[in-house]
């Protein structure tokens, strides 16, 4: 077990600036075209985050000097908002420094959120789309008034470029950040592994997202947790809007050999 680390499915109230911040500043290069600077865009963002669509991953050990550092993003109100972060493009592998496999990190047992107090320093996320809903939920209303019509529109058709639907029975990733400091300690790999108990529990098929297929950190630590790529595409418009050549899309089945025998006798 990886100390003081609780895994939870959803973002506490108390920590929305904060899970606003270390995705934004994780998904610059993606949330920038859209919402601006980093000073604007995070209390757009802040509001529009659907707490409920994400696993969190909470350090208990420093809660109080947590409390201090993250004081700068305390102050970020609510609006409404549109679209997903999908083409998953952190920095660099959260997982990386790390020496151990991911899937010995993943089967490790975890605190969860109700044996443990509720302060603590919000240090991994993992946004999901599921159900109809998704972590970053802007709507067009809330980008129209902050950016004027012509503003709105553009922002909002740039967004659209990353928006992909879950197919029926698949859970959409919607992109993993940890913070630097805390990169090597197979965070990534437990949200992951936490997201698909969750999948599974909810009788889901797949686990699939879109990243950068030069960003050779995040396709590693898919790998290691068993995703395999599923193709790639390319656009002019991608390579505009955000600098991204190539997208490579990733997968990862969750029946079982047996079970997906089963279904096609069923069908």
Not at 134 to 141: D, K, N, S
Request: with cysteine.
């Amino acid at each position: 077990m990886i100390p003081a680390i609780d895994l939870r499915l959803g973002v506490d109230e108390h920590h929305r600036a904060a899970a606003a911040a270390l995705y934004y500043d994780a998904f610059s290069q993606l949330l920038a075209p859209i919402l601006g600077e980093r000073s604007r865009a995070l209390p757009l963002l802040s509001a529009a985050l659907d707490l409920e669509r994400a696993v969190a991953a909470i350090d208990h050990a420093d809660a109080d000097a947590d409390a201090h550092a993250h004081a700068d993003a305390d102050a970020h109100a609510h609006a409404d908002a549109h679209e997903n972060m999908l083409v998953d493009r952190p920095s660099d592998d959260p997982d990386s420094p790390g020496t151990r496999r991911a899937d010995d990190r993943r089967s490790q047992p975890v605190e969860h959120s109700d044996s443990v107090p509720e302060n603590g320093r919000l240090v991994g996320i993992c946004g999901l789309h599921f159900g109809g809903r998704h972590f970053v939920a802007l709507r067009p209303g809330s980008m129209l008034r902050a950016y004027g019509l012509l503003g709105g529109l553009r922002r909002i058709l740039v967004g659209g470029l990353l928006d992909r639907q879950p197919r029926p029975g698949e859970l959409v990733i919607d992109g993993i950040a940890v913070l630097p400091e805390d990169r090597g300690r197979g965070i990534g790999a437990l949200l992951l592994g936490e997201l698909e108990r969750f999948a599974r529990a909810q009788d889901l098929r797949a686990l699939s997202l879109d990243v950068a297929a030069d960003n050779t950190g995040a396709t590693d630590l898919y790998r290691r947790c068993g995703f395999v790529e599923r193709g790639s595409s390319s656009s002019w418009l991608m390579r505009r809007a955000f600098g991204i050549l190539e997208v490579q899309s990733m997968r990862k089945d969750l029946a079982e050999p047996d079970d997906r025998g089963q279904s096609r006798n069923r069908a």
